[in-house]
């Protein structure tokens, strides 16, 4: 099925040579990536990276979904992946689940999409992994945006 989608890659900064686990970031990408495309009817999946200098981070809820920002502090650099889409969205009731295997929005035998839920679990796990954390923002009729913040190896 061919859809109406524009794939914008953002890397305005530059990234230089980063040393991370490839075969991991690679899988995070690619099912952030999938679920954008699958969720996007028309529109577009903007995929960016940045390198930071310092820990601009978001809080950890407990369950490896972070919310809300928090203050600046000093520490390691990291590397930062954000997708976004201009999909169907995720109710905000929902955001604290995204990341748990085999949750889906919509459950039901009639769902309109497939899948069996663990894309967003190996995201969140394969981040934790990677001692990194991943956060979520949606609304419903407007779209998505997955960001994944990995410090680098010294």
Known sequence: MNKPLELIWD?????AVVNVDAAKIKQILQNLIHNAIKFTEKGNVRISARALESDTGVRDQGSGVSA????PSPGPRFVE??????GIGIPKDYLPFV???FRQVDSSETRLYGGVGVGLYIVRKFTEMLGG??????EVGKGSTFTV???LKS
Request: net charge negative; with cysteine.
């Open 149 to 151: 913040k990995i410090p």
């Open 68 to 71: 809300e920002p928090r203050p």
């Open 11 to 15: 890397c305005s900064s530059p990234l």
């Open 133 to 138: 954390e991943v956060s979520a923002e949606s």
């Open 99 to 101: 990341f748990e295997r």
């Open 81 to 86: 992946f954000k997708v976004a889409d201009t």
